[in-house]
């Protein structure tokens, strides 16, 4: 689900690179609107009795500064906090969202494997239009099925259908299969996070590739309602 957030304080946001994230804040179940907490130079100081607002992460997809409209997709996915919330959204409803923050840095390079299942796609096309030469990205995407499917701007992309498997392996066997292109380049993968570990261990150990030239990030994690947003399996 695309929805368009607009309003006074979003005049002059800036997304100032690729797969950027930012906080999107929701009102707790029952409040007529969403309260904020005042912020300090220690962060948020709530009143007595109040909670902080309940929150989750995505990449922006876009800001248009002529209509002042700032772009965020949603995964309908059934119940969860932000699956519910898109699914039920109505012009004139309320949230907070946060300046973006830790965008990607596109390096140069000879080829880029762009990768991920579709809870990275926001993060797949905001890369693909920040690369000098986008004919040179391989982009490998992982959906349930074709009605799923959507333009992107490379010229190599390949769809991969889930077709009942579970979401990120055909991903990984794909990545697994294909050879490395020759020259330097790098890898950017985002998916489930157990696959992403599979992956980037693929990557390192088995391909020898450096450190630098790989990307990883766990969008989220089967049975883990809030993961982590700063998952990029670090500890590989």
């Not at 950027?20 to 007595?48: D, M, N, S």
């Not at 920040?130 to 992982?142: F, G, N, T």
């Not at 055909?170 to 380049?185: F, K, S, Y």
Request: glycine letters at 12%; aromatic letters at 8%.
């Amino acid at each position: 689900m695309r929805v368009t957030f607009s309003g006074e304080e979003l005049k002059g946001y800036e997304i100032k690179g690729p797969a950027t994230h930012i906080k999107v804040y929701f009102g707790w179940p029952g409040e007529g609107h969403l309260v904020l907490p005042q912020w300090g130079p220690e962060g948020p100081v709530l009143a007595e009795g109040q909670q902080m607002p309940l929150n989750r992460t995505y990449t922006p997809r876009s800001y248009d500064e002529d209509s002042n409209g700032l772009v965020v997709e949603f995964m309908l996915h059934g119940e969860g906090l932000a699956s519910s919330w898109a699914a039920s959204v109505r012009a004139g409803d309320e949230v907070a969202v946060t300046l973006p923050g830790g965008p990607y840095t596109v390096q140069p390079a000879d080829w880029y494997v762009i990768a991920g299942d579709e809870s990275a796609l926001p993060g797949i096309e905001t890369i693909i239009e920040a690369l000098p030469d986008a004919s040179k990205a391989q982009v490998i995407v992982e959906v349930t099925g074709p009605d799923e499917e959507r333009p992107l701007l490379a010229e190599n992309v390949t769809w991969l259908h889930r077709d009942g498997a579970d979401a990120g392996r055909r991903l990984e066997q794909t990545i697994r299969a294909m050879e490395t292109p020759a020259g330097n380049g790098r890898f950017w993968v985002g998916c489930e996070a157990g696959v992403m570990r599979d992956i980037r261990k693929h990557l390192l150990f088995d391909r020898g590739l450096d450190r630098e030239a790989i990307h990883t990030h766990g969008y989220w994690k089967r049975g883990d309602m809030n993961h982590p947003d700063h998952d990029v399996g670090q500890e590989i």
